[in-house]
């Protein structure tokens, strides 16, 4: 479940339409929620959830008073949308505009700091949070890619390494065979199978070791949800 804080007019800010119940206000108590479509339908198909209560794992109820068309996120999940009032010491006031970014960053900058002069303004568009937010995750990416890079230099500098000693222990074998006549096929042959057996017998093994991590995960998961 992804829980996000909201405030009044904020889905309409965003573009997120309301398809029942009404939206946030100022005056709401924090025991308020509006919940995704696709959360409205896991919670009741065929009834309407508004004036429901929605309990969490954490045993805090809300009073949901509306839905919200669903939106594409990272993990898909179904979205609940809280009030919990304003915090003072930090804010995140969004503003939907047309026009020349940098004018209206300085309009925003100077209607703020003409109510409160001690507040500390930084003006930024959602794209520039977005690209952000994304630069941070191609590192996160590119970092992987790094490591699975050593780590597949790695593998084969060690499957190297064994298919040379084992072809090292078995040069007198080799020499016998050739000597009795063994094609240069035979040969190629049976490097080939001593040296991909155990390489095959590693693949399976971590195929099933990822399978199994990758069950436990998703199981952890769903029980946080």
Request: proline content about 4%; hydrophobic content about 50%; overall charge neutral.
């Amino acid at each position: 479940l992804n829980v996000q804080n909201s405030a009044p007019d904020l889905l309409r800010t965003l573009g997120i339409r309301l398809l029942r119940g009404r939206d946030f206000r100022a005056s709401d108590l924090p025991a308020r929620a509006i919940v995704s479509e696709k959360l409205a339908r896991e919670m009741s198909p065929h009834n309407d959830p508004v004036d429901r209560v929605l309990e969490t794992l954490h045993g805090t109820s809300y009073e949901i008073i509306g839905v919200a068309s669903d939106v594409t996120t990272m993990t898909d999940d179904p979205i609940v949308y809280i009030f919990d009032g304003w915090d003072r010491r930090q804010a995140f006031l969004l503003v939907r505009f047309t026009g020349d970014t940098h004018a209206e960053e300085d309009a925003v900058r100077a209607a703020l700091r003409s109510v409160r002069p001690d507040f500390l303004v930084t003006p930024r568009t959602l794209q520039a949070h977005i690209d952000d937010s994304l630069a941070d995750l191609w590192r996160v990416v590119m970092l992987i890619l790094v490591l699975g890079l050593v780590a597949m230099t790695l593998s084969v500098a060690g499957i190297y390494g064994v298919v040379s000693f084992t072809v090292a222990q078995k040069t007198r074998e080799l020499g016998i065979r050739m000597a009795l006549g063994a094609q240069k096929a035979d040969i190629f042959r049976e490097v080939l199978v001593s040296g991909v057996r155990p390489v095959l017998l590693g693949l399976f093994l971590g195929l099933w070791v990822a399978l199994a991590a990758d069950s436990a995960i998703r199981h952890i998961r769903s029980g946080e949800r």
